[in-house]
């Protein structure tokens, strides 16, 4: 539905809203639009998911194809603002096909704990890290015309009952981690969104949280976007409106039912949806809705492939892969050497991560179609090994769906979807989406007579039948369980055995509603295979045998790292690390190619030659992969969280599970303050498997002395300058990272902190200066009884290097007196 506008400024129009109008604005006018207003040729605006892609209007699962971008995990380890830059700008193309003039990305939580299951959708455990690589992408997205909702604001570092938990988080912590990233977002690429978190910030929920949108957001920050709730996140009328909250999503209102009666009874609410209806229509205006017509509708999307855009997620991928060992210069692998790809990711394409930042990828590319597409080695076979699967996969087949009002009445509506996994959105006119009857019917084939499981998980009530004969309950007995964001159950499975030929699996299903904090939705999912071979192992380990190497292809995949649900540990799911010490028994000469989320423990490292960190790369995955093993392109990666030997190591996992982690009685308390990641290993001195800013590469980077210029500091900004020389005999990239380290002072600061970095991409031979820029508050910590930014006077060592860890080069920068920066408003 396009429509033709003429309005030109938003504020002249404000004045001609009725309060019922301006009301209107404020809600949703369904899961992915704003209110229009006819009468005024008020067009609704389209928002779209999400940080790896844009999905559309379309369901979670299915939905139209689009591109796959890396997650955010493998963009965060390019370290490369100039390539997030390039991302934001190509993903703007991509939100304007779907018709999408905001994109409800970055992701931009702070690494906490190295068991959330959204890590892999952020970039960094370090907040200007993440701060200045979010800020590059907002940049290029909105260059593009397509506004950016940095998420989620604020606290938001873990799934674990995320809809109602309160993050304990004291202000100091808060404001020099967990806030600097918006922070650095806000004030260097003005977004035009923001996205609160569904948790509650020491007490109050962030959707109505006057200190963080008022206070700190709008007049500490000078924000002069919209904010707007996470889906189902908003919770009350005019308390969220005086708070600061100015659109709730979805739509239909929920939570601002009762919104217009409180403003048509109170002068000060009224003066306060006044303002929200400002926001909204500003970002109308800034997103070019008030002055030219965009489509809107969801069947009227493009899903146009462009060839630069698979070149860019091709290069972007590669640059993201992290070597972290290379024992003998093992890698790159010698042109037409006779590889085995074995392992449960060496065919299947891990590309993404689950929960909202899922989409229907244009392709999926998997390791073993890289290396034999690319051609320069010899790919004598592949072999899965063992599995690492969390549920049985999905039957992509033809699914048909029956509506009925209640089970034995008429039907009412039909439809079909393309697999047996459905999410129950645009159901057909007539059907009520909070009270129907669902009968999906699918058909599948049995190659063979033997055991087979099927299985069944679902948001809502469900039970499954083979060929007529009641098989799982899911419906008198379901629990709510990990499936769909932790509101769904749990699978169930169970063991039939079947005769070779087509077998129908029946599925009723039925809303079931449920008070968690956030809106509920419907879904059901089917699970169908044969029973694991028993002699997949052997197979694969004969392959290996006749190898020259072994490319083991091992991770987890986005059922293990999604969203609604932290993970369970860091060791590799299933069989994977028996896979590896049995492969290595075989053959000595591995490539190990990690496709995860974050860290894992690795028992088997000493043995194997050379290790990879693929994380979930997008759709050319396979191509990156092969890229970099055959020498095509260099891992330009470089570790964007610290990899602990074991969880045991992690300073927010107490031997046994309490209020510090994942929380108890919903709260959950931050007590290692401002000690993750790095800081944590510099204060404990327990030592990483892989520092923070870790990774080889091909070549070899040399870096000079480093020279500080600060003739005006701290009126002035300071610069090291440090020289990098690759003095190796290929072309390649590194990091130069520099570290603030403070000298003793009145209160507890970590030993050091990242403070400015460059990525340097040189020739073999060729040299490059560094240039890392230093500014006052880059000294200083947050004084909470002041409420200012203090720098005490000292001498602070600066020091450059390639990681946390190798550091070989430092100046000192002398601070005569106390510098301080109060807030705004501060007394």
């Known amino acids: 539905m396009t429509q033709t506008v003429t309005h030109t400024d938003p504020d002249a129009l404000l004045d001609q809203l009725t309060l019922e109008e301006q009301v209107a604005l404020l809600s949703g006018a369904d899961a992915w639009r704003t209110a229009a207003v006819p009468r005024l040729n008020i067009p609704p605006l389209k928002v779209s998911d999400g940080p790896a892609g844009v ?21 965060g380890a390019t370290w490369n603002v100039d390539l997030l830059r390039e991302v934001g700008g190509s993903l703007a193309r991509e939100a304007r096909d779907k018709g999408a003039t905001v994109l409800l990305a970055p992701t931009i939580n702070v690494f906490r704990s190295a068991l959330n299951g959204r890590n892999f959708e952020n970039y960094a455990e370090d907040p200007v890290l993440t701060g200045r690589l979010a800020a590059a992408h907002v940049q290029g997205l909105q260059a593009g015309g397509v506004g950016a909702t940095p998420k989620h604001f604020a606290g938001n570092e873990s799934e674990f009952q995320r809809g109602t938990i309160d993050s304990v988080i004291d202000e100091r912590t808060l404001r020099e981690l967990y806030l600097r990233p918006f922070e650095i977002v806000v004030k260097e690429a003005q977004p035009w969104a923001i996205m609160t978190a569904y948790n509650r910030l020491n007490g109050p929920y962030c959707s109505q949280h006057p200190w963080l949108l008022q206070k700190v957001l709008r007049r500490e920050w000078g924000f002069t976007g919209l904010v707007m709730s996470d889906w189902g996140g908003t919770h009350s009328a005019a308390e969220g409106v005086l708070a600061g909250l100015d659109l709730e999503m979805p739509g239909p209102a929920v939570a601002r039912q009762p919104l217009l009666a409180q403003a048509q009874a109170d002068p000060e609410v009224r003066a306060g949806v006044r303002e929200r209806a400002r926001a909204v229509l500003h970002l ?5 809705t008030l002055t030219g017509p965009l489509d809107v509708a969801d069947d009227h999307e493009r899903d146009t ?18 070597l972290l060992k290379n024992s003998g210069g093992a890698l790159p692998l010698p042109a037409g050497v006779r590889v085995a790809v074995i392992g449960p990711n060496a ?26 597409e690319g051609g320069r080695v010899s790919v004598i076979g592949s072999a899965e090994g063992t599995g690492n699967e969390r549920y049985l996969p999905v039957p992509q087949v033809e699914t048909r769906i029956e509506y009925r009002d209640q089970a034995g009445g008429p039907v009412i509506g039909q439809d079909t979807r393309p697999q047996a996994e459905v999410m129950f959105f645009g159901l057909p006119d007539g059907v009520n989406p909070d009270a129907f009857h669902a009968t999906l019917t699918v058909t599948v084939d049995a190659p063979h007579d033997g055991e087979y499981e099927v299985s069944l998980g679902s948001a809502g009530l469900s039970r499954l039948s083979v060929d007529g004969q009641p098989t799982v309950n899911n419906w008198e007995d379901w629990s709510i369980g990990e499936l769909y ?11 039939v055995h079947l005769s070779a030929g087509r077998h129908t699996l029946s599925v009723e299903y039925t809303p079931h509603v449920m008070d968690i904090g956030i809106t509920p939705f419907n879904a059901v999912r089917v699970g169908f295979r044969a029973r694991p071979d028993g002699d997949r192992l052997a197979r694969a380990v004969a392959l290996a045998a006749q190898a020259d190497w072994v490319v083991l292809c091992v991770g987890t995949t986005g059922e293990w790292e999604t969203e609604g649900v932290d993970r369970a540990g860091l060791t590799l799911p299933g069989d994977q690390d028996a896979l590896v010490e049995a492969v290595l028994d075989v053959n000595p000469n591995v490539v190990v190619v990690l496709q995860t989320g974050g860290p894992v423990e690795m028992p088997w490292l000493s043995r194997v030659p050379a290790v990879m960190q693929a994380w979930f790369a997008g759709q050319e995955v ?53 000690y993750t990641g790095y800081r944590h290993v510099d204060r404990s001195g327990v030592a990483p498997m892989f520092p923070f800013g870790f990774g080889l590469s091909f070549t070899t980077f040399t870096l000079g002395a480093a020279r500080l210029h600060a003739p005006a500091f701290p009126q002035d900004t300071a610069t090291v300058t440090v020289p990098v020389t690759n003095a190796g005999a290929r072309p390649g990239s590194t990091v130069a990272q520099l570290y603030v380290q403070p000298p003793r002072g009145r209160v507890d600061r970590p030993l050091k902190e990242l403070r400015a970095f460059a990525k340097m991409h040189l020739n073999p031979g060729q040299t490059g200066d560094a240039v890392l820029t230093v500014t006052p508050r880059d000294l200083a910590y947050f004084d909470v009884a002041a409420q200012a930014w203090v720098a005490d006077p000292g001498e602070y060592v600066l020091h450059v290097g390639q990681s946390s860890a190798d550091l070989n080069t430092q100046v000192t920068l002398t601070l005569a007196h106390e510098w301080r920066e109060a807030l705004p408003d501060a007394d």
């Open 55 to 75: 999905r559309g209007g379309g369901p979670l699962i299915g939905g139209r194809r689009t591109a796959a971008y890396p997650v955010g995990i493998a963009l």
């Open 284 to 288: 109308l205006s800034r997103t070019g």
């Open 305 to 322: 492939e462009y060839p630069e855009t698979r070149a860019l997620i091709r290069r972007a991928g590669a640059e993201g892969l992290v």
């Open 347 to 372: 065919e299947s394409a891990q590309v993404m991560g689950g929960g909202s930042a899922q989409m229907h990828a244009h392709r999926r590319v998997s390791p073993t179609e890289g290396l034999r």
């Open 485 to 495: 964001f932790s509101f769904g159950s749990g699978e169930r499975r169970a063991p």
């Open 622 to 674: 396979g191509h990156a992969v092969a890229d970099v093993l055959t020498g095509l392109a260099e891992p330009g990666g470089r570790l964007p969280q610290t990899f602990p030997h074991s969880l045991a190591d992690d300073p927010t996992h107490p031997l046994t599970p309490d209020v510090q982690y994942p929380g108890e009685h919903g709260r959950v308390e931050y007590r290692e303050g401002l």
